[in-house]
T-cell receptor, first 113, second 113 residues
Framework: GAVVSQHPSRVICKSGTSVKIECRSL??????MFWYRQFPKQSLMLMAT?????????EQGVEKDKFLINHASLTLSTLTVTSAHPEDSSFYIC?????????FGEGSWLTVV | DQQVKQNSPSLSVQEGRISILNCDYT??????FLWYKKYPAEGPTFLIS?????DKNEDGRFTVFLNKSAKHLSLHIVPSQPGDSAVYFC????????????FGKGTSLLVTP
């Protein structure tokens, strides 16, 4: 079946630096991908909708200048957390859909120290 | 504003018995509902879904029931197995949002031998 791959699975970065998370659809083309964030023991919260070739659509309360999303090709969306702070430490997950089926990546655990 | 609610944070069931996980929603525009199983630091695993035009969908040991008038759905697992122990998330979407999902906070299921 279709697979969505995220990289890195775990990353530790220093406060104030930027970190990029990649989300790839391995065997399907994704014109739209979605980025979620999950804090410990909390729900997965939709952050933004990533649209190939155009600007991402951000959910209310999500800073677009802090969470930069680029969807330059039909198989790759990237989320860059800029000027990371410890409160950005979270589990980030992307998803894409092929036909009517939604596929999730494995997730990326970000720790900002 | 949590539009999908899972009011039971945890549930413990004996092996072989039925597990019933509940989910309520507030947005009457939701027309597609999904259940996911998730382990910490991993992406969600799709279990079963139901469209708003149905009131029941069954797949093996998993059955989802939808009561639109009550804005309530439930996931039944029978018989429950120790390997079912995980956090279960209810999710919903609207035709407008496409494949962007609204998640509940999850219910942690423990199936004891």
């Amino acid at each position: 079946g279709a697979v969505v791959s995220q990289h890195p699975s775990r990353v530790i970065c220093k406060s104030g630096t930027s970190v990029k998370i990649e989300c790839r659809s391995l065997d399907f083309q994704a014109t739209t991908m979605f980025w979620y964030r999950q804090f410990p023991k909390q729900s997965l919260m939709l952050m933004a909708t990533s649209n190939e070739g155009s600007k991402a659509t951000y959910e209310q309360g999500v800073e677009k200048d802090k969470f930069l999303i680029n969807h330059a090709s039909l198989t790759l969306s990237t989320l860059t957390v800029t000027s990371a702070h410890p409160e950005d430490s979270s589990f980030y997950i992307c998803s894409g859909h092929s036909g009517n089926t939604i596929y999730f990546g494995e997730g990326s655990w970000l720790t900002v120290v | 504003d949590q539009q999908v609610k899972q009011n039971s944070p945890s549930l413990s069931v004996q092996e072989g018995r039925i597990s019933i996980l509940n989910c309520d929603y507030t947005n009457s525009m939701f027309d597609y509902f999904l259940w996911y199983k998730k382990y910490p630091a991993e992406g969600p695993t799709f279990l079963i879904s139901i469209s708003s035009i149905k009131d029941k969908n069954e797949d093996g040991r998993f059955t989802v029931f939808l009561n639109k008038s009550a804005k309530h759905l439930s996931l039944h697992i029978v018989p429950s197995q120790p390997g079912d122990s995980a956090v279960y998330f209810c999710a919903a979407s609207t035709g407008y949002s496409g494949y962007a999902l609204n998640f509940g906070k999850g219910t942690s299921l423990l199936v004891t031998p």
